[in-house]
């Protein structure tokens, strides 16, 4: 139990929160166009009588907007928006002592004159700063007329992009919306890569919850970094998109070819997208999708006690692309619409299918006395074919109440197949042992999860009841075979020639009830009970074979395991919030009571029974010092359980040189998490600055322990070779890491450019056990980098970008392993539109790794061109002849640090080709004004929910 602790903690923060006193009236309405329709990203300002700035808004995706003012006083509402040049509108307002609703507010336009005759004179304002919230103006922002949606945000203050994806102030965006909608599901590279950049008007960039802590104000999960696309009017109702078609070859011949279509149709509320993708140049797909059970394991499964399932329904078969060379055909639809005044619904499917081929190369340095290394590489072919649906259903039922279920879907099937050859090796590469494998694997599986969200507001402001029900279902069944051959001591020989089954299911059903009810004017509580059952299942069964009946029939119950898994929570909360003014406070704590139950009957009978209590406290503090700066504080505690794999009595000689073995001692962890973000953006300079620091601590951390064998070995009845490398996990205290990133972007007038500056510092410590010996390792990592982005003009437009990382290794038992190294990257972009439609485009990176492995010191150029010219009406059709990797040097290295050793890895790339592209691009937008709706889109029609805060797109 850990309640001692906590105790002053929470007393500490109660005494706080009773600082509160005087109530302030909560002021709501709705922005729309004369038309009818919402209107999102109006400013919103509060003016006294004396003209006075009192406070201000930004209204959210559906046009709402709300501010906290004195009662019994008068004041002026103004409103503005980036659409409406050099209009205004005034509203008398008056509060009384109860919350003021003023509807439906409507922004008309200026009928003296057009935009053709106002002569502006500034600088076009490039994004508004709201809380938490930050909304760019897109035209403020030169792109050429191909953009997408990602090179046009890449020029924003704090944005970067890199291979992990899009990054707003140094954390990775997660989702992206269209006008408030999910576009795509959970794939934020469906929308920035595929959405042109002249449809958008404006991006907010914002920190989303889950649907349940939008609707209650508390929130009980870490927000998603969501973008938001408002586009434009006139360019929502209309067809756009482009197809392409190209072919070539690479050096060697081999045939070379791309071709996709993006098509999207915009029509009042519907919106109705279709991507196809067909290449053999490693473009694959809009996000590429995980492997089965690739490696043979079972279907375990974390089953976070700390966290609570919400939102979206996340698919969990999203990864980042493979390595090596990768044949791709993949086809995406996504569908949005609002059936009637009270249904919206939006939905995604996606195919994919990869082929891919990878020749890799790893060195493994441990940190022990006697500089042991091990070397591998590895021949892998990976067939991959994966079905994703996801669906939002979304029923405002009344007033008062609205149902919202979130279904989604995963099949696969994967055929793999490997051939390796590793080696250990000691102090001046002398030879401990040798292996090579074949094997194939034949998976598949699926992935179901549900979200069922209810949701009931009172009479009474604040007094809401929602309740949450999360479902996850996966099943796995992979057959396969392997044959090894090995040897020890250059004089002992052996080897294996098996088949296997392996079968795995986990099923997880977590309702969470939350009741919240206000405590006078600033202030208000929620009780929440959040149960929770989780089930896995593990069963494999392995064959070798018998000689004499010439086929595998020789059950082998040391490599074959049965297992079942059953973890169960009861966990109830209590929070208390306030909110007054500038300052947001939330605090709580939840009393979790957890079971940990398994059971074994290959290849030994095992029971497990553990019980857990824990006091889970939380806190969210947030400080608003004005309409353009913000600090934010959360602290979070949490559990994670092992997984059916880290707990099973089994071991694993797939690979004879690094054995595996599980450990049914095993206990859950403790995680506890702080992190604190203070920045802003002002509007009137266009600079963005921005500090995040976050840190964490974990008690009874899953390390692992290795030994590296000197003598044979019998382990569960399997015989273990001496000079092979043992590995389980084990838990271990010790384990805290530290993050501080800071970043800085402005505008470069005299090169009509924009630049973002970042900084950032990584501390890692890790805890292990070699040979016995316990051992921390801590990666001390420092970073920068620098981005121009120009912004000049539509047909001229460059990017200039460099990031280095330095990173020290110390190790506090083996001093000989430490070490350091030092990556950077460096590149520079061009696109130039000139004379009568040719293009010139061009991009060339600078990559060196130095402190790696000796064979991995390596320093290369990525070069690629093009050259194409427009033509057509409208200039829709452009041909092209590209070049990839100019210079043929293109390569993939990297390095991974754990607390037992380091890991330098090696794999192919695709390298030099040439190739012609012919490319059409639609662009048909209806004239008008946007889509009419019959009332806001909010939620509950009748008004903002009853947090302390309204439904913004962020949830904030």
Request: charged share 20%; proline share 4%; net charge positive.
């Amino acid at each position: 139990m850990r309640f001692n602790s906590v105790h002053s903690f929470f007393y500490l923060l109660f005494s706080l929160a009773c600082l509160a006193t005087e109530a302030q009236v909560v002021l709501t309405g709705t922005i729309t166009e004369e038309n009818g329709s919402t209107l999102p990203g109006a400013t919103i300002r509060v003016l006294a009588k004396d003209s006075s700035l009192v406070t201000g808004a930004v209204s959210g995706a559906n046009g709402e907007f709300a501010v906290r003012l004195e009662p019994n006083t008068k004041y002026i509402l103004v409103l503005t928006h980036i659409s409406y040049f050099g209009v205004k509108q005034y509203y008398p307002v008056s509060t009384q002592n109860t919350p003021v609703e003023l509807g439906k507010m409507v922004l008309r336009e200026s009928k003296a004159r057009s935009l053709k005759e106002v002569d502006v004179v500034t600088v076009q304002e490039r994004g508004k700063q709201s809380g938490d919230t930050t909304a760019f103006n897109a035209g403020a922002f030169k792109t050429n007329p191909d953009a997408s949606a990602e090179d046009l945000i890449k020029k924003m203050p704090g944005v970067t992009s890199d291979n992990s994806g899009v990054k707003v102030n140094g954390e990775t965006v997660q989702k992206v919306l269209v006008d408030g909608k999910p576009f795509f599901g959970d794939d934020p590279n469906a929308a920035l890569k595929n959405l042109p950049a002249d449809v958008i008007d404006k991006v907010e960039v914002f920190d989303k919850m889950s649907d349940q802590a939008a609707f209650t104000g508390f929130n009980d999960t870490d927000p998603q970094k969501t973008i938001n696309i408002v586009t434009k009017k006139g360019k929502n109702k209309g067809q756009f998109g482009r197809i392409y078609g190209g072919g070539g070859a690479d050096e060697e011949g081999q045939a070379r070819y791309q071709s996709g279509l993006t098509l999207n149709n915009f029509k009042d509320k519907q919106r109705l997208s279709l991507l196809l993708l067909s290449n053999n140049i490693n473009q694959q797909n809009f996000s590429a999708s995980d492997i089965t059970g690739a490696l043979g394991g079972s279907a375990g499964n974390s089953g976070r006690g700390g966290g609570r399932q919400g939102g979206e329904g996340s698919s969990s078969l999203m990864t980042s692309p493979q390595n090596g060379n990768t044949t791709t055909h993949a086809t995406g639809l996504n569908y949005s619409d609002q059936w009637g005044k009270k249904i919206n619904v939006s939905g995604s499917y996606f195919y994919n299918y990869g082929d891919n081929r990878n020749v890799s190369r790893i060195t493994r340095t441990y940190f022990t006395d006697d500089r042991a290394i091990y070397n591998q590489s590895n021949n892998t072919s990976n067939i991959n074919q994966n079905h994703r649906v996801n669906f939002r259903f979304e029923y405002n039922i009344d007033s008062s109440n609205k149902l919202t279920i979130v279904p989604s879907f995963g099949l696969q099937d994967n055929r793999a197949s490997s051939a390796l050859s590793a080696s250990n090796t000691v102090l001046d590469n002398v030879v401990k042992s040798r292996t090579s494998t074949d094997s194939k694997n034949n998976n598949k599986g699926y992935d179901f999860s549900n979200n069922l969200l209810y949701q009931h507001k009172f009479e009474k402001r604040g007094r809401t009841i929602s309740l949450n029900v999360n479902t996850q279902l996966s099943e796995r069944n992979n057959n396969g075979s392997y044959l090894s051959q090995n040897l020890f001591n250059d004089t002992i020989a052996s080897g294996l020639d098996q088949e296997f089954g392996t079968y795995g299911y986990t099923k997880k059903v977590s309702p969470n009830l939350s009741y919240t009810e206000p405590l006078g004017k600033a202030s208000q509580i929620q009780l929440s009970y959040n149960p929770s059952i989780t089930e896995s299942k593990s069963d494999k069964s392995t064959y070798d074979f018998n000689a004499a009946g010439d086929g595998y029939d020789s059950f082998n119950t040391n490599l074959s395991n049965k297992y079942t898994n059953t973890y169960t929570t009861q966990r109830g909360g209590l929070s208390y919030k306030f909110q007054k003014d500038k300052i947001n406070l939330t605090f709580g704590a939840d009393a979790q009571q957890a079971t940990l139950q398994g059971s074994q009957t290959f290849p030994a009978p095992l029971e497990i029974n553990q019980d857990f209590f824990n006091v889970l406290p939380n806190l969210r503090f947030n400080y608003k010092f004005d309409k353009t700066k913000n600090l934010r504080v959360n602290y979070r505690s949490s559990t994670n359980i092992p997984n059916v794999s880290q707990l099973q009595s089994v071991v694993d000689i797939s690979n004879p040189l690094q054995v595996r073995s599980g450990n049914p001692a095993l206990k859950q962890t403790f995680e506890n998490s702080i992190f604190m973000r203070f920045g802003g953006f002002n509007p009137q300079t266009s600079r963005n600055a921005m500090i995040f620091v976050n840190a964490g601590l974990t008690e009874d951390y899953i390390g692992s322990a290795t030994y590296i064998l000197k003598n044979d070995t019998v382990l569960q009845g399997s015989l273990i070779r001496a000079g092979s490398q043992l590995t389980k996990p084990v838990n271990l205290d010790g384990y805290y890491s530290g993050r501080m990133f800071l970043v800085y972007g402005f505008p470069l007038k005299q090169l009509k450019s924009n630049m973002n500056i970042n900084a950032g510092v990584n501390y890692n410590r890790t805890p292990s056990i070699i040979n016995n010996a316990l051992n921390y390792s801590g990666s001390y990592a420092t970073s920068g980098g620098i981005y121009i982005g120009s912004n000049i003009s539509e047909n001229l437009d460059f990017s200039l970008g460099y990031n280095g990382n330095y990173t020290i290794v110390k190790n506090s038992e083996q001093k000989q392993s430490d070490n350091s190294y030092f990556t950077h990257t460096a590149t520079f972009k061009l696109n130039w539109i000139f004379w009568k439609g040719v293009v010139f485009n061009t991009d060339i990176s600078n990559t060196i790794y130095n402190g790696l492995s000796q064979s991995f010191n390596q320093q290369y150029y990525l070069w690629n061109a093009y050259v194409g010219y427009k033509f057509g009406k409208n200039k829709a059709f452009e041909a092209k002849v590209s070049v990839f990797d100019i210079l043929n040097q293109n390569r993939s290295i990297s390095r991974t640090v754990t607390g037992a050793y380091t890991e330098d890895s090696y794999t192919n790339v695709l390298r030099r080709y040439l190739m012609f592209t012919l490319t059409y691009t639609l662009k048909n937008f209806k004239n008008g004004t946007p889509p009419k709706t019959d009332e806001e889109k909010s939620p509950f029609p009748g008004g903002p929910p009853p947090g302390m805060r309204p439904n913004r797109p962020g949830g904030n």
